[in-house]
C-alpha cells in the first residue's frame, strides 16, 4: 500500500473511532476493545451483530446528512437541530500511548 492510501485509511479508521462514541476514551482501553473484538472474529453471531449495528449507525448517519440538506434547502433561516453526542467524561492519557498516541 502506498503511504498516501495508507494515510487516507488509518484517517478512516480513527473517524470510526470517533463515530463510535469512543474518542475520549484511554487509549488503551480503544485498544483493548478492538483487541477483545479481533479475538473474536470467528464467533459468526457477534461477527454479524457488529456488522447489523455499524450499517444502521453508517444509515443513520446518512438519514442525518440527507435530512440536512433537505432542510437547507428549503429552510435558509436558523433552522438549528443539536445532534451532538454527550460527553463521556474526562479523558485519560496516562495510558502506554501517553497523550499523543505515538
Known sequence: ?????????????GGLVVKAG???????????????A???????NAFE?????????????????QDAQFNNDTNHHDTKADHSVSDPGPRDDSGPLGSDGD
Open 22 to 36: 469512543l474518542r475520549n476514551l484511554d487509549k488503551a482501553v480503544i485498544l483493548g476493545i478492538l483487541i477483545d
Open 49 to 65: 451483530r457488529w456488522r447489523a449495528i455499524g450499517k444502521a449507525a453508517f444509515k443513520q448517519d446518512t438519514a442525518f446528512i
Open 1 to 13: 500500500m502506498d503511504r498516501k492510501k495508507d494515510t487516507r485509511s488509518k484517517i478512516q479508521l
Open 38 to 44: 479481533a479475538q473474536r472474529l470467528d464467533d459468526r
